[in-house]
């Protein structure tokens, strides 16, 4: 794509027209961007998923940190990754921005590029959205519909004594991503993407709705020890994890991995966390993605960590949590 850098970002319908002209309209939608509302095609026998999801400059990302793909594909990532915490299927995506006037037109475009491009791969169609003047700094705010079979969708409230916990993939690599950006060091997007470009678990997702083995199940967006209360609460149960069983991540391009309170509790790792009936034949891989086991859920009520030494402590959620932080 070829970029023309503009002193401003356009104007509403320039822009607008600008963005329809990058977007591509995927079965599923029967109108989108050039009418008041978007249409929808729902499957019979379906129910729709609906997400929403802010992105705001200075609290989920940085412009001196983030390059403008990382932070359009994050902003879809962040809904893409609640319709896979449920087994669904997106189907379009609605976006609201709210620019500063000083924004360049650069910067939008390589933002499309980075959201449109993971909008085609899932092919979920722009089908809507608003555009607005911001004060001061850089707002989006993303809405994804979705679709799932009636009454198939995967809960945080059915989790049971006895099911154990599994997760995807390897937890606390976007979070010491973070933490480095945050000490002042420069780093690759290549070399970490976890962080920049975390990747949604849709197919693991709707293949454990399909075969029927996730019991429960949340996106690991706020972090493990906090995403894992948000089951225990909803479905009033307990857990005990294990801390020698949870998969932590590699740093960049080195054999360490991040420290075991990284894995616990950063965030932004777009993982699932489910539940299984112990007598469920659970993969070791799904969509080439590893799946660990690492705990139980419990009878009775709050978290416990059985951790490296082998001793029993209570785990409290230390992961993220607005106006709290």
Same mark, same amino acid.
């Given at each position: 794509?070829?970029?023309?850098?503009?002193?401003?970002?356009?104007?509403?319908?320039?822009?607008?027209?600008?963005?329809?002209?990058?977007?591509?309209?995927?079965?599923?939608?029967?109108?989108?961007?050039?009418?008041?509302?978007?249409?929808?095609?729902?499957?019979?026998?379906?129910?729709?998923?609906?997400?929403?999801?802010?992105?705001?400059?200075?609290?989920?990302?940085?412009?001196?940190?983030?390059?403008?793909?990382?932070?359009?594909?994050?902003?879809?990532?962040?809904?893409?990754?609640?319709?896979?915490?449920?087994?669904?299927?997106?189907?379009?995506?609605?976006?609201?921005?709210?620019?500063?006037?000083?924004?360049?037109?650069?910067?939008?475009?390589?933002?499309?590029?980075?959201?449109?491009?993971?909008?085609?791969?899932?092919?979920?169609?722009? *089908?809507?959205? %608003?555009?607005?003047?911001?004060? +001061?700094?850089? $707002? =989006?705010? #993303?809405?994804?519909?979705?679709? /799932?079979?009636?009454?198939?969708?995967?809960?945080?409230?059915?989790?049971?004594?006895?099911?154990?916990?599994?997760?995807?993939?390897?937890?606390?690599?976007?979070?010491?991503?973070?933490?480095?950006?945050?000490?002042?060091?420069?780093?690759?997007?290549?070399?970490?993407?976890?962080?920049?470009?975390?990747?949604?678990?849709?197919?693991?997702?709707?293949?454990?709705?399909?075969?029927?083995?996730?019991? *429960?199940?949340? %996106?690991?967006?706020?972090?493990? +020890?906090?995403? $894992? =209360?948000? #089951?225990?609460?909803?479905?009033? /149960?307990?857990?005990?994890?294990?801390?020698?069983?949870?998969?932590?991540?590699?740093?960049?391009?080195?054999?360490?991995?991040?420290?075991?309170?990284?894995?616990?509790?950063?965030?932004?790792?777009?993982?699932?966390?489910?539940?299984?009936?112990?007598?469920?034949?659970?993969?070791?891989?799904?969509?080439?993605?590893?799946?660990?086991?690492?705990?139980?859920?419990?009878?009775?009520?709050?978290?416990?960590?059985?951790?490296?030494?082998?001793?029993?402590?209570?785990?409290?959620?230390?992961?993220?949590?607005?106006?709290?932080?």
């Amino acid at each position: 794509m070829l970029y023309i850098d503009f002193v401003l970002p356009l104007q509403e319908k320039a822009l607008i027209a600008r963005i329809r002209r990058q977007s591509r309209v995927w079965p599923g939608t029967a109108s989108g961007i050039g009418d008041d509302c978007a249409a929808l095609r729902i499957p019979q026998k379906h129910e729709i998923l609906l997400t929403t999801d802010f992105s705001l400059e200075g609290i989920h990302f940085r412009r001196k940190w983030h390059g403008p793909e990382s932070v359009g594909h994050r902003c879809l990532t962040r809904g893409l990754s609640d319709i896979a915490a449920m087994g669904g299927k997106p189907l379009a995506a609605f976006l609201s921005l709210a620019l500063p006037k000083d924004l360049p037109q650069k910067w939008v475009d390589r933002f499309f590029s980075g959201f449109l491009g993971l909008a085609d791969r899932y092919k979920v169609t722009l *089908a809507g959205g %608003d555009v607005a003047l911001s004060p +001061s700094g850089i $707002l =989006a705010d #993303i809405v994804v519909a979705g679709e /799932v079979p009636r009454g198939q969708a995967v809960l945080r409230s059915t989790a049971r004594p006895g099911d154990l916990l599994y997760v995807t993939g390897e937890l606390g690599g976007s979070a010491d991503t973070l933490h480095r950006l945050m000490r002042g060091q420069k780093l690759n997007s290549k070399n970490h993407p976890r962080h920049f470009f975390p990747e949604p678990r849709l197919k693991v997702g709707k293949f454990l709705r399909e075969k029927q083995l996730a019991t *429960a199940m949340i %996106d690991l967006s706020d972090g493990l +020890s906090t995403d $894992l =209360a948000h #089951i225990c609460e909803e479905s009033r /149960v307990g857990a005990t994890l294990f801390a020698l069983a949870i998969p932590r991540a590699g740093i960049g391009e080195s054999d360490k991995i991040v420290s075991l309170d990284l894995a616990l509790h950063g965030g932004e790792d777009y993982e699932l966390l489910f539940t299984a009936r112990p007598n469920a034949k659970i993969p070791r891989s799904i969509a080439g993605v590893p799946i660990t086991q690492i705990g139980q859920i419990t009878r009775l009520r709050g978290m416990v960590l059985v951790n490296e030494k082998n001793k029993r402590v209570a785990l409290k959620p230390q992961g993220w949590e607005h106006f709290n932080n």
